[in-house]
T-cell receptor, first 115, second 116 residues
Framework: DTGVSQNPRHKITKRGQNVTFRCDPI?????LYWYRQTLGQGPEFLTY????????KSRLLSDRFSAERPKGSFSTLEIQRTEQGDSAMYLC?????????????FGQGTRLTVV | AQSVTQLGSHVSVSEGALVLLRCNYS??????LFWYVQYPNQGLQLLLK??????LVKGINGFEAEFKKSETSFHLTKPSAHMSDAAEYFC??????????????FGKGTKLSVKP
């Protein structure tokens, strides 16, 4: 297993465009998290899936943001009508919940620049 | 509510010197604590974690941290800094709610510089 994979690594988009990021977690991990990291800050929680169910969304996740995890495998994070304030690193993490609870493993992130 | 505070946004040490990065937490339940390292334009890599048991936790690359409940601290140390340790370090606590474990809550990070 090669770990958590995120694509693309970098995305430059014009304000108002829609963007979609993909995260492929470690295969046996049932939990998947999305975080956003802006310059000089630690990652901030956006949303969390257990299998295919989206169990929690942060208040940071405005209605322009939507995340899915069909079939409990990969996940996508879509941002509609992007704004300059959406420029950030978007990090995905996965972990194994339950009795074999593991720590979160992070992908390398997708850096979004909105111009 | 749980939170993490990292004291010092920048720390600079000489190669071979002691590294000490400070982290204090707030939690109403026994915390699960983590230190992650991030190199430029990369994701986060786990250095070490404290869940239960021994309060002195050893991690990768010679780092260790000690959980001190009385001081609500989880400081990260390394006896001798190496140039390759230059990176940003994040302390985190795992959020616990309704008896379930959830996402990580991160501090703002400490950028470590190592001078030759």
């Amino acid at each position: 297993d090669t770990g958590v994979s995120q694509n693309p690594r970098h995305k430059i988009t014009k304000r108002g465009q829609n963007v979609t990021f993909r995260c492929d977690p470690i295969s046996e991990h049932n939990r998947l998290y999305w975080y956003r990291q802006t310059l000089g800050q630690g990652p901030e929680f956006l949303t969390y899936f257990q299998n295919e169910a989206q169990l929690e969304k942060s208040r940071l996740l405005s209605d322009r943001f939507s995340a899915e995890r069909p079939k409990g495998s990969f996940s996508t994070l879509e941002i509609q009508r992007t704004e300059q304030g959406d420029s950030a690193m978007y990090l995905c993490a996965s972990s194994l919940g339950g009795q074999k609870n593991t720590e979160a493993f992070f992908g390398q992130g997708t850096r979004l620049t909105v111009v | 509510a749980q939170s993490v505070t990292q004291l010092g946004s920048h720390v600079s040490v000489s190669e071979g010197a002691l590294v000490l990065l400070r982290c204090n937490y707030s939690s109403s339940v026994p915390p699960y604590l983590f230190w992650y390292v991030q190199y430029p334009n990369q994701g986060l890599q786990l250095l070490l974690k404290y869940t239960t048991g021994a309060t002195l936790v050893k991690g990768i690359n010679g780092f260790e941290a000690e959980f001190k409940k009385s001081e609500t601290s989880f400081h990260l140390t390394k006896p001798s800094a190496h140039m390759s340790d230059a990176a940003e370090y994040f302390c985190a606590v795992r959020r616990v709610y309704g008896g379930s474990q959830g996402n990580l809550i991160f501090g703002k990070g400490t950028k470590l510089s190592v001078k030759p």
